[in-house]
């Protein structure tokens, strides 16, 4: 049941939109939550100074290109932002039709200050993603609310995450970022290792929420593939891996020859690098958000390395197999699956022969614990956000 309450404007605080599918949709999945809620959201465009057009942003992508340059011995194009803005000109469409209002990109503190003071939030959300992770957010202060200290507001943080299970925060950042935390309304995180890490170095209670993308019925997203018309995938073993390994891909290999399905990926044809984007930078575009859903949607196993790369086979109830990524944050995985009692599906990628790949799943089970586990969530929203 939803709770009126119109007036209410929340401002977002979430990692910066580009072309990461995960990213975008749990911030869409937040917004559409708080909508159904009755809240006015708008998320807070928070960005990187080195993307910005000002005399800063272009003397430092000139100084790196410059040291790239020198370290190679030779002179090659640089990434510009044209070129970047290129390879997200779908997933921006997608941004720029589903998740507003937004503000305009702010690319300094004094910017986020400045809107700040001319928009009148009730409330602030920092969620969901990786934002608590220092070496991911434009300004880790900013993700601890730093730019409303003074003010009379909600703080709260939903799903936030630090990625790993290792505190990643400078002596200073914990002295700063624990005072901040402190003065929050409520904290919920996305990792069980999240709890413990606010109390062992926060100082403050947090409690464990799913991920927003969650909060959301599979249905939801077909309707949006359907809005799309997006056309059928090309083959039924549905490859999201961001980090290309061999042993990887001889995994990939060994599940279609055993499970006779036919793989395929939806991502650029070529990563982003200097020359790539020279040649042809169309190869480096991303594909739609849609077409990443629809991927799910047509795929009857998914092989991944990436956190909502299982989120969504779970969402779509498809069998999927987990390759083991520690470089990017092993705690996000383990504490997904335990969840549903999925650990068996995490495999390292040396374990090729050793697993049986057809083994099933009782989404019976998972999807009764993820109703469960839903609820808890939405009555953290509706309590932090509705009482007291």
């Not at 900013?142 to 003074?150: A, I, Q, S, V």
């Not at 904290?187 to 890490?197: A, C, Q, T």
């Not at 039924?236 to 990939?252: A, E, M, P, R, S």
């Not at 009764?368 to 009555?379: A, P, V």
């Amino acid at each position: 049941k939803s709770i009126k309450n119109t007036t209410m404007k929340i401002g977002i605080l979430t990692q910066p939109l580009a072309t990461n599918y995960g990213g975008i949709l749990q911030c869409y999945a937040l917004m559409t939550t708080l909508k159904k809620l009755g809240v006015n959201p708008e998320v807070i465009s928070r960005t990187y100074r080195s993307l910005s057009n000002d005399y800063y942003g272009m003397f430092f992508r000139f100084y790196h290109h410059m040291l790239y340059c020198i370290h190679h011995m030779c002179i090659i194009p640089m990434i510009s932002k044209k070129d970047r803005n290129k390879i997200a000109e779908n997933t921006n469409a997608f941004i720029n039709k589903y998740i507003k209002p937004r503000t305009i990109q702010l690319y300094t503190d004094k910017a986020l200050k400045k809107i700040i003071n001319n928009q009148d939030y009730d409330g602030y959300i920092v969620g969901s993603d990786q934002c608590w992770r220092p070496r991911y957010s434009p300004n880790i202060n900013n993700y601890f609310l730093d730019f409303t200290k003074g003010k009379e507001c909600k703080r709260i943080a939903y799903a936030a995450s630090f990625g790993v299970n290792n505190w990643e925060f400078s002596k200073s950042e914990t002295n700063i970022c624990s005072a901040l935390a402190k003065q929050f309304n409520a904290i919920s995180v996305r990792e069980y290792s999240g709890v413990k890490l606010c109390k062992d170095y926060l100082g403050t209670e947090a409690i464990h929420v799913l991920d927003p993308t969650m909060l959301l019925e599979k249905e939801h997203y077909e309707n949006l593939i359907n809005n799309e018309k997006e056309p059928n995938s090309s083959g039924n073993l549905f490859c999201y891996i961001l980090d290309q390994t061999k042993n990887k891909t001889d995994i990939i290999e060994n599940i279609s020859a055993h499970c006779k399905l036919t793989p395929f990926t939806v991502m650029p044809k070529n990563k982003l690098t200097a020359m790539n984007a020279q040649q042809n930078i169309n190869d480096c575009i991303f594909p739609s958000v849609t077409k990443w859903l629809r991927a799910f949607m047509d795929a009857e196993m998914v092989i991944t390395d990436s956190f909502h790369g299982c989120v969504f086979s779970i969402i779509f109830n498809k069998p999927f197999w987990v390759i083991a990524n520690k470089q990017r944050g092993l705690a996000r995985f383990e504490s997904l699956l335990s969840l549903f009692d999925l650990e068996s599906r995490i495999v390292s990628d040396d374990q090729n022969n050793h697993l049986n790949w057809s083994e099933d799943i009782d989404w019976n089970s998972v999807n009764n614990k993820r109703k469960k586990l839903q609820n808890k969530s939405l009555d953290f929203l509706k309590s932090n956000l509705f009482n007291g």
